[in-house]
């Protein structure tokens, strides 16, 4: 926070249990206090679609440190097709949706030093960030656009329907 003095955060998304038998919510904000940075930060839990897209809107950065396997980012898509650049973590299905270094930038998952540094990088450039904005909205546009996704899967089942029927199966 000291190397973005105008850094300002907000964490979308509903809490979750600790294995301490507490909530992220709970020990992040009492990290946040103890490092006298409470006041720049904002939680506002589970909200509704349009509520998200407003935000990813107001953003400049969508961060998605992900410590859980996710076969597909639909939070990295949404980011990205709102023209914004995405630091998440290196898992699962999201490096095929974030391109490292194109649309955003991937870190180690759990590395906490890494994840900031990937966000003070990006804060501390816009050109960068307007650039990987650019590219994450063409390349959602392009490949996850809900008609050329649907239109990608008809054609899958018509080849794989061919190849039973040809099978005889």
């Known amino acids: ?11 979308i998304g509903d809490d979750r249990p600790t294995a301490r038998g507490t909530s992220q919510r709970a020990e992040l904000e009492a990290q946040l206090t103890q490092a006298g940075a409470r006041d ?3 939680f506002l839990g589970g909200v509704d679609q349009p509520t998200l897209l407003d ?26 097709a709102a023209g914004k650049p995405v630091v998440a973590s290196r898992m699962g ?6 391109e490292d270094g194109e649309t ?4 180690t998952p759990g590395n906490a030093e890494e994840l900031a540094a990937a966000i003070v990088r990006l804060a501390r450039d816009h050109a960068l960030r307007e650039r990987m904005g650019r590219a ?6 392009r490949e996850f656009d809900p008609i050329k ?14 190849r039973f029927n040809r099978a005889g199966v």
């Not at 926070?1 to 964490?11: C, D, E, G, K, S």
């Not at 299905?93 to 974030?98: A, L, S």
């Not at 996704?149 to 061919?162: C, M, P, S, V």
């Open 136 to 141: 994450g909205r063409e390349k959602a546009a």
């Open 40 to 42: 720049r930060v904002e």
């Open 55 to 80: 935000w990813y809107c107001r953003a400049d950065i969508c961060v998605v440190p992900s410590l859980l396997y996710e076969s597909f980012s639909y939070t990295c898509a949404q980011a990205m």
């Open 1 to 11: 926070l000291r190397q973005v003095p105008n850094a300002r955060f907000v964490f």
């Open 93 to 98: 299905g999201i490096p095929e949706t974030v």
């Open 149 to 162: 996704t649907a239109q990608r899967n008809l054609e899958i089942y018509a080849r794989a329907i061919e």
């Open 104 to 107: 955003g930038v991937l870190t």
